[in-house]
């Protein structure tokens, strides 16, 4: 009964490469959400994806950040030409369906040097 | 609109006193009003929550208390203990929208 698996915990990058954080939600979850936490701050929404398709990404930066969730294999976030200040937590959340609790990773660390 | 201010940023309380931490909201369209303990290094995890249709909810030691009215809620810690020291966020959520949007944590230390 494993909770949400978020990989790499730590990933550092040099500012212009790429980074992708990996979430397998929790079994029988079909609902997954990407959430940034930079130091000493809240979490803020990025974007909600079902499988195969992306809900709702108004917290998304237009440029440089991906989400993907495919039919088979974790949720992907892919942040392109990363920049120090996309050094932050990233954590996955996963629901069962809509409008039940949602469950959280323990985040990937993104740490750009 | 979409903000949920929480306070105090940091508490610092002895064992076995009464942490009270207070969130205030804009959106009165948030349905649904979770609290999230994170230790260091971990994702949050669901404490309590309470809907805005009651005034207080109490799971163990923890307590919600909600104003719709005043669109205000608080979180407290009945005989604190020093395993509870964490940060703690509030949050509003809207299933609609399908998304929480989190006050900025208040950093809880209970002090043996």
């Known amino acids: 009964n494993a909770g949400v698996m978020q990989n790499p915990r730590h990933l550092v990058r040099r500012r212009g490469q790429e980074a992708r954080l990996r979430c397998s939600p929790m079994?029988?979850?079909?609902?997954v959400y990407w959430y940034r936490q930079l130091p000493e701050e809240g979490l803020k929404f990025m974007v909600y994806l079902q499988k195969e398709n992306i809900i709702d990404e108004s917290g998304m930066p237009k440029e440089r950040f991906s989400a993907e969730f495919p039919k088979e294999g974790p949720s992907i976030l892919r942040i392109q030409q990363v920049v120090r200040g996309d050094s932050a937590a990233y954590f996955c959340a996963s629901s069962r369906t809509l409008n039940t609790e949602a469950f959280f990773g323990q985040g990937t660390r993104l740490t750009v040097v | 609109q979409q903000q949920v201010k929480q306070s105090p940023q940091s508490l610092i309380v002895q064992k076995g006193g009464i942490p009270i931490i207070n969130c205030a909201y804009e959106n009165t369209a948030f349905d649904y009003f979770p609290w999230y303990q994170q230790f260091p290094g971990k994702g949050p995890a669901l404490l309590i929550a309470i809907r805005p249709d009651v005034s207080e909810k109490k799971e163990g030691r923890f307590t919600i208390s909600f104003n719709k009215s005043a669109k205000q809620f608080s979180l407290h810690i009945m005989d604190s203990q020093p395993g509870d020291s964490a940060t703690y966020f509030c949050a509003g959520f809207t299933q609609g929208a399908q998304k929480l949007v989190f006050g900025q944590g208040t950093r809880l230390t209970i002090n043996p």
């Open positions: 079994k029988g979850h079909s609902h």
